[in-house]
């Protein structure tokens, strides 16, 4: 199974980023759901958001509520994280991940996800 993150990159204090995760060799990916989690430097790695297998459900941190947004598209076997109104503090590598289980809902833990992508870095500059 390989995630590949894209859409990373340098922005302004109040810019916006739109976030890729494509997933290949995993079957049924409509089945799982997924998640978004970023890790600054010298900081654990936090979770960000997650949708459901479906799409019908997600959670949001409450760092991110109102300003992040997570939606997928199972039949491009992708999920995406638009950044709006990015702030300093967003600063960090962002990771995708797909859950353990299949039809889980929501999951905000990261033991909770099975494979992991290679991570994307995003730069807010004040």
């Known amino acids: 199974v390989q995630l590949q993150a894209s859409g990373g990159g340098l922005v302004q204090a109040g810019g916006s980023l739109r976030l890729s995760c494509a997933v290949s060799g995993l079957a049924f990916f409509s089945r799982y759901s997924m998640g978004w989690f970023r890790q600054a430097p010298g900081k654990e790695r936090e979770f960000v958001a997650a949708i459901n297998w479906s799409g019908s459900s997600t959670n949001h941190a409450d760092s991110v509520k109102g300003r992040f947004t997570i939606s997928r598209d199972n039949a491009k076997n992708t999920v995406y994280l638009q950044m709006d109104s990015l702030e300093p503090e967003d600063t960090a590598v962002y990771y995708c991940?797909?859950?353990?289980?299949?039809?889980?809902?929501?999951?905000?833990?990261?033991?909770?996800?099975?494979?992991w992508g290679q991570g994307t870095q995003v730069t807010v500059s004040s």
């Open positions: 991940a797909t859950s353990r289980l299949s039809f889980a809902q929501t999951l905000s833990s990261l033991k909770d996800y099975m494979h």
